[in-house]
């Protein structure tokens, strides 16, 4: 951002001038300006401009969407990531018709999802549940849905 770097510049300045209440007339200048206090703390520690800005969600998770690219200009308030939260996981799976008769309605399933989370697996278990009558469905199958909360990573 153009402003953060013309008031850590002179921020720099200030502080090389020795000058106490200037700094802290700079240093308030900075946070009125919206610059996170981790951001302060670092061009003050390394005595250099800090031109990136590292955002960080607030829920872990997937992301799904990004609408950022370097050098982009962003407005207040516009959406630049999409996070899919990991506090329910849903799972649909298609079994064909001629396993479909194996497996009864509530029938509990189970499924395991190869590096779901870091580098371990992750288990579900659910209840079978058929695809409502009259529902299209591009071949003859029975679906379950599975909702399970992840294990924490670590």
Not at 24 to 32: D, T
Not at 116 to 137: I, V
Request: glycine letters at 10%; aromatic letters at 4%.
């Amino acid at each position: 951002m153009p402003e953060w770097a013309a008031a850590q510049t002179e921020f720099l300045a200030l502080k090389n001038n020795g000058d106490r209440d200037l700094l802290a007339a700079a240093r308030q200048r900075l946070r009125l300006s919206g610059m996170p206090p981790g951001v302060i703390a670092q061009v003050e520690r390394s005595g250099k401009i800090q031109p990136y800005l590292t955002l960080t969600s607030p829920i872990g998770g997937v992301l799904q969407e990004l609408n950022l690219r370097i050098g982009m200009t962003v407005a207040a308030g516009e959406t630049l990531a999409r996070v899919n939260g990991l506090s329910s996981v849903w799972l649909a799976v298609s079994v064909p018709e001629s396993d479909a008769g194996t497996i009864a309605e509530g029938q509990k399933v189970e499924a395991q999802l190869p590096a779901s989370l870091g580098s371990r697996s992750m288990a579900l278990s659910a209840q079978f549940c058929r695809t409502p009558c009259g529902q299209p469905h591009p071949a003859r199958t029975g679906r379950t849905t599975q909702s399970r909360r992840p294990p924490k990573a670590g």
